[in-house]
C-alpha cells in the first residue's frame, strides 16, 4: 500500500461480525476499542491504539436502536480528537434514508439531517451499500461512495440459472433498479402497485406485466415488516407464477417479518449482511440465504485508501 498515512479499521459494536469479515478479506486486524456504559445507559466509546494520522474507517450500520447512530458519532469525534488524518464511516446501511423529502407538510428530511450531523462530527468520507434513494447522496459536502449490493446478487441469481425468468419491482419506485437487473438478466420486467393505507400498511396490490408461467425475483432496497413483499409474492402467485424469490439488501425485518415470510408464497429471501438476521433461534430463518457484502466493501475500501478509481468494481 503506497498511502503515505497508515490504514486502521475499527468496528462499532453492532456491526463488529462484518467488519471482522471486512478486515480478514483486507488482511489486516480489527483495530482495537472499547466502549464504557454508565448505569444509565449513556456510553463512551475509546481507541485502544494509536490513531494519529491514520486513514481510519469506522464500520456500522445505523439501523435502530438511535444509539447505533450515536456510537458511530462518537467514535467519528474520538478519531478527530485523537488526531487522525482522516475518517471514513462505513455504513453499510445508512439509516433515517426513507425520510429522504417533505412527502407531507411539517416533517423533517432525516436523511438531510443524518448527513449534516455526520458532518458536524468530522467525518471526511461515507460509504454506503443502496441508498433508499440514490439523490441522498446529494445531502453531504464531502465524498460517498455509494455501492450496489447487485454486484452480489446478480451472479448469484445468474449461477442459479432460473429458467422462464422475470424481474419484479414491489412498487413503483423500484421500478428503475428493476429495469436494471431485467437488463442485465436479459428477462421481461413486472411492476407492482400498492396502495397504501398507512406507513407499513399496504392496501392492496396490483401487478402489471406477464406473470403467469415466470418464475419471478422481486428485487428491493429493504425489507422492514415484510408487509409489502409477501402481499405481493402471494399476488404472483395467485396470478400463476410458478414461484417466487426475494433479493433485497438490507434486511431489517421489524415487526412479524419472520413470520410473514415463513408463511408466505416466497421460496427463497436473498439477503446481505449489511445488518445482522436476529439472533433469536425461534425466528424461522428456513427460507433467507445471505450473502456477505465483506468483500465488495473491502475491495472499496482498499481501491479507496490507494486512491484507485472503484467505478470498475459495479456491474450496475
Known sequence: MH????????????????AEKIAKSLGIE??????????DGEFQPSFNESVRGATVFI???????VENLFEMLLMIDAAKRASA???????????WARQDRKDKPRVSIGAKLVANILHAAGCDRVMTCDLHAD??????????????????FLPY???????????????????KRANAYARYLQCPVIICHKSRERANVVGSITAIGDVAGKNVVIVDDMIDTAGTLTKAAN???EMGALSVRACATHAVFSGNAYER????????????????????????????????????????????????????????
Not at 10 to 17: D, L, N, T
Open 85 to 95: 488524518h482522516c475518517v471514513v464511516a462505513v455504513m453499510p446501511y445508512f439509516g
Open 59 to 65: 464500520v456500522q450500520s445505523t439501523f435502530p436502536p
Open 235 to 237: 399476488v404472483l402467485k
Open 157 to 175: 441469481l445468474r449461477e442459479k440459472n432460473i429458467e422462464n425468468l422475470a424481474i419484479a419491482a414491489p412498487d413503483m419506485g423500484g421500478a
Open 3 to 18: 498511502n503515505e498515512h497508515k490504514m486502521k479499521l475499527f468496528a462499532c459494536r453492532s456491526s463488529k461480525p462484518l
Open 30 to 39: 480489527l483495530g482495537q476499542s472499547d466502549v464504557l456504559t454508565f448505569s
Open 261 to 316: 415470510i415463513a408463511n408466505s408464497a416466497l421460496e427463497e429471501v436473498i439477503v446481505t449482511d449489511t445488518i445482522p438476521l436476529s439472533s433469536n433461534p425461534e425466528k424461522d430463518k428456513s427460507k433467507i440465504t445471505v450473502l456477505s457484502v465483506a468483500d465488495m466493501f473491502a475491495s472499496i475500501i482498499y481501491k479507496v485508501y490507494n486512491d484507485e478509481p472503484i467505478s470498475p468494481d459495479f456491474i450496475i
Open 135 to 152: 439523490q441522498i447522496q446529494g445531502f453531504f459536502d464531502f465524498p460517498v461512495d455509494h455501492v450496489y449490493a447487485s454486484t452480489i
